[in-house]
């Protein structure tokens, strides 16, 4: 499976953006999707999953309320939508596939998009 995030860009605090991942390669339904993130000098964090049916989601603390996933199996693409945005978000976004669904676990993601950068002023 390849993957490729866009979306990322510049925003003020309180602003929105959505990411996208398009995927090609592999029959998409049958992968579980993750965004996560990296700050900085720190190390990548989840923050987002979903099931390939799209039936089951799952968030990191910092992401619920704020952010949504969603997944177009027919257009081969995963979604995040960030709503009130803080300078924390600050990060490269990745997109992630898995064929299970241990959405937090980083380690068992088997293909990864290339980032998308995510700055947010305050």
């Not at 959505?18 to 996560?36: D, H, K």
């Not at 099931?51 to 989601?57: D, P, Q």
């Not at 910092?62 to 978000?89: C, G, Q, W």
Request: proline share 2%; glycine share 10%.
């Amino acid at each position: 499976v390849q993957l490729q995030a866009s979306g990322g860009g510049s925003v003020q605090a309180g602003g929105s953006l959505r990411l996208s991942c398009a995927a090609s390669g592999r029959t998409f339904s049958n992968y579980a999707m993750g965004w996560f993130r990296q700050a900085p000098g720190k190390e990548r964090e989840f923050v987002a999953a979903i099931s390939g049916s799209g039936g089951s989601r799952y968030y990191a603390d910092s992401a619920k309320d704020r952010f949504t996933i969603s997944r177009d199996n027919a257009k081969n693409a995963v979604y995040l939508h960030m709503n009130s945005l803080k300078p924390e978000d600050t990060a490269v976004y990745y997109c992630a596939a898995q064929s299970r669904f241990l959405p937090v676990k980083e380690r068992v993601y088997d293909y990864w998009g290339q980032g998308t950068q995510v700055t947010v002023s305050s």
